[in-house]
């Protein structure tokens, strides 16, 4: 049957007779410690801009992608052409058929947002180890169920938030976590866009049947009729993203949420209250506003350099934004001012009763200065920036330890990234809503626990 003739029914009857693997990887079979192959065989999914993360990995050991899948093939056919450097890899435009006939060891999910838990927890529960790209989820309770799976499948996971693996940026943020610059007092951060609503077409609108490759990438979203804004500008709107533009919430607010938590040691918690201080409202995201003062400190002048200037043209948007500031049990105030013209885009700024630091991709400053030029600084990178997680990644699927941004870590990143879209949603101005990082709920406000999952499509249901 034609890819494009394949009706609902196949495709649930494919999903099915696709829901096991075909081969038993080794850690499948609790051999702890036992690479599963001499080089570990890796599958794309997603042929997209992001996939080509790959060639981060040109110098990495170990590993060897030997298959692609797009839902359009020809996209997966013509990345092949531009990346195999001759080799015969696979292509394939159903992921399962790829992991069923490749005998993979593990999978790379570069695909938009929306379908990305799903397919990640369907190669999970086949058998793979996966990297998955940033967000890892739609919503934190997508992104629970991800965490939940890959524990009970015993599978190795790293989320692309690669400053993770950046020495210079482990270093810098372990100055915080470890109390050399004495107790984090505050942690200024972006005021990131978030994702504009779907308004122009609803499923109402679909009159005929689509094609098949429309269907699977609508996955658990609304079917609408095809647009190509929808397709190619995903990361705009809220069905598919939480604000994946540039500047976006979850676009770079992943990275420099990741940050915060790496700095503070939140990675398995999270804040306990989230206040949201202005309506929310479409607003250009370089202001040139005067500089933000906390406690006598100019913030966005560390006295040495600006770390976020190459991201700073880039930010130059208008979108929905509204200032939020979220406090975490230590006391810390996680306060998202920051626009788009000033301090790091990717990053934070942290001040504490020592001194300031900020921390941006590969690039710090600090003030006093003598902070960040100590001479145990490891200096920049050496190598791709991805390469680091990458090498991560496959090392740890060799010992089978987690990953330096194992899906808890991920899932943890996430979280704030939605605490921002949901306090922005309620729109409790000046009223804090209190959060409960361990069940991940709101103590105070049942339309924000509406907000933490979604309904799905039917046949789009996350495997359990």
Not at 149 to 167: C, E, I
Not at 316 to 322: D, F, H, Q, W
Not at 343 to 350: D, K, W
């Amino acid at each position: 049957m034609k890819p494009n003739q394949w009706t609902r029914r196949d495709l649930l009857k494919t999903s099915a007779a696709l829901a096991l693997p075909a081969f038993v990887p080794a850690s499948v079979l609790g051999l702890e410690g036992t690479p599963p192959s001499e080089s570990v065989r890796v599958g794309v999914i997603g042929c997209g801009g992001r996939s080509r993360v790959i060639r981060d990995g040109d110098d990495v050991k170990g590993f060897q992608v030997v298959a692609a899948c797009d839902l359009q093939i020809e996209k997966a056919e013509k990345w092949v052409n531009e990346l195999s450097e001759g080799k015969k890899w696979g292509v394939y435009d159903d992921f399962r058929l790829m992991i069923d006939k490749e005998k993979l060891d593990a999978v790379m999910v570069e695909t938009p947002t929306h379908p990305r838990a799903w397919i990640a927890m369907n190669a999970m529960q086949a058998g793979m180890d996966v990297y998955i790209e940033k967000p890892m989820c739609l919503t934190i309770a997508e992104g629970r169920a991800m965490v939940k799976l890959a524990r009970k499948y015993k599978r190795v996971t790293q989320v692309g938030t690669q400053q993770r693996s950046m020495p210079l940026n482990n270093w810098a943020s372990d100055l915080v976590k470890s109390g050399k610059l004495g107790k984090c007092l505050t942690v200024l951060a972006p005021n990131f866009i978030g994702p504009f609503r779907w308004t122009k077409t609803s499923s109402k609108d679909v009159t005929e049947p689509v094609e098949k490759w429309w269907d699977l990438w609508t996955n658990q979203a609304e079917l609408r009729p095809y647009d190509p804004q929808l397709h190619r500008g995903w990361a705009r709107w809220w069905d598919y993203d939480g604000g994946g533009l540039c500047f976006g919430v979850t676009g770079w607010g992943t990275h420099s949420y990741d940050q915060v938590n790496r700095g503070l040691g939140t990675d398995d918690t999270g804040p306990v209250e989230v206040l949201l201080e202005e309506p929310l409202a479409e607003r250009e995201t370089g202001r040139f506003a005067p500089p933000e003062t906390v406690g006598g400190v100019v913030i966005g002048d560390t006295g040495d350099e600006d770390t976020g200037t190459p991201y700073h043209r880039m930010a130059k948007l208008t979108g929905p934004r509204a200032k939020v500031t979220m406090k975490f049990a230590s006391g810390t105030e996680l306060r998202l001012h920051l626009d788009g013209d000033r301090g790091p885009g990717l990053g934070a700024i942290f001040v504490c009763e020592q001194g300031k630091i900020e921390i941006n991709r590969d690039k710090i400053a600090s003030n006093p200065k003598e902070i960040a030029r100590a001479a145990d600084n490891p200096g920049h990178n050496t190598r791709r920036e991805t390469a680091y997680h990458i090498e991560n990644w496959i090392e740890c699927i060799k010992s089978r330890d987690r990953c330096t941004a194992d899906v808890e870590i991920g899932q943890r990143s996430s979280t704030l990234c939605y605490l921002v879209n949901i306090a922005r949603d309620v729109a409790r101005v000046g009223e804090p809503l209190k959060w409960d990082p361990a069940a991940e709920r709101f103590t105070n406000c049942d339309e924000g626990n509406k907000l933490l999952d979604r309904q799905r499509r039917a046949g789009y249901e996350l495997p359990t």
